[in-house]
């Protein structure tokens, strides 16, 4: 099954359930009054959090969300039933956007339904509005409608080290190198068409795809996946040795997450240009010492005063076996 990390849907809380004109009548007695009853509350509409991530798969065809209509009210005074209220399962991580108002919902937490859209009131029957001047009301009420909307749900994924970098900066091979994760690599680029995730200890490793030049304007695959380094607590900037200007390489990511940021101020979770940063010089094992260190001082050049670099290859045991111990050792001080 395809991962789905995005949705549009129309959703639509319950109407409410009309009022009804009735007469109370016994055998072998007069008239006894107005019994109609009121109808039942339309289903409210909730969103919940729960931890399957590709939940949002199971919805890639379905275009309408409905909540239970209230029943109409009934004869001696008995009210409609409450039409059920609907809740929807997302991952948590993702945002809830109310396309019709902007209101956007932020759901972090597992288990916690959110309330998106109300039901409509039962309408009153006509028992409600008897009195001493109105013994027989023949007024009654419809139920008022439910609210709706249209929806996007957006999933952010809650990682505490995300990979990035231009297509080919060796992201897969590295989180398959360190993790359990099983990300497909080829020598070509958007190789990976959604982000993989893997377990490095007690840390999630998201490696988001390649980003191109004009990603934070939308062009490629980045701008749509550059949304799940949001909530990720470090960046891990991965640039391939293998790239004849490492600053440039550099400098064209950084430049998109800036424009991304631009065009999308104010979202809950802030700005991806201030996030922690780490800089992993990747394929180190393609090129000659002497090329590896003048890459390095090139690199350096591009980078804020005492930014972190690190260095690997996947094909060399020594090499690996380093970095995850130097890179444990930052995310352990950065869960602190």
């Not at 929807?88 to 759901?107: A, L, R």
């Not at 004849?244 to 991304?260: L, N, P, Q, V």
């Not at 591009?302 to 690190?310: F, N, Q, T």
Request: proline share 2%; net charge neutral; hydrophobic share 40%.
């Amino acid at each position: 099954m395809a991962f789905v990390d995005e949705l549009t849907v129309s959703i639509k809380a319950g109407n409410g359930g009309h009022g009804v004109v009735r007469w109370l009548h016994e055998k072998g007695k007069e008239f006894m009054g107005p019994a109609g009853g009121n109808g039942g509350n339309g289903g409210d509409v909730f969103v919940k959090g729960v931890s399957d991530l590709g939940v949002l798969a199971h919805y890639r065809h379905k275009k309408l969300f409905k909540a239970e209509r209230g029943e109409d009210g009934q004869s001696k005074s008995k009210y409609g039933q409450n039409g059920k209220d609907l809740i929807i399962e997302i991952p948590v991580g993702s945002m809830v956007t109310n396309n019709d108002t902007g209101k956007v919902y932020d759901i972090a937490e597992i288990g916690e339904p959110v309330l998106i859209l109300k039901g409509g009131r039962g309408g009153l029957g006509n028992e409600h509005f008897k009195g001493s001047m109105n013994i027989r009301p023949m007024e009654h009420t419809d139920g008022k409608v439910g609210e709706e909307a249209m929806f996007t749900i957006e999933l952010l994924l809650a990682a505490s080290l995300g990979l990035i970098g231009l297509p080919n900066a060796g992201k897969s091979s590295l989180l398959n190198a360190v993790t359990n994760a099983e990300a497909k690599v080829g020598d070509y680029q958007f190789t990976t068409l959604e982000p993989n995730l893997g377990a490095f200890l007690d840390f999630i490793i998201a490696d988001i795809p390649g980003l191109i030049e004009g990603a934070g304007q939308g062009k490629g695959l980045g701008h749509k996946f550059l949304r799940h380094v949001m909530r990720t607590k470090i960046l891990a900037h991965c640039v391939s040795v293998e790239n004849e200007d490492m600053g440039a390489a550099y400098d064209t990511i950084r430049h998109e997450i800036k424009s991304f940021d631009i065009l999308h101020k104010g979202l809950v979770h802030g700005q991806i240009e201030s996030k922690d940063e780490i800089v992993i010089m990747t394929k180190v094992d393609s090129v000659l010492p002497e090329v590896l260190e003048t890459k390095r001082k090139a690199l350096k050049k591009h980078l804020k005063r005492g930014a972190k670099i690190l260095e690997v290859s996947v094909y060399d045991d020594v090499s690996l076996a380093a970095f995850k111990k130097e890179l444990l050792t930052i995310l352990q001080n950065t869960a602190k």
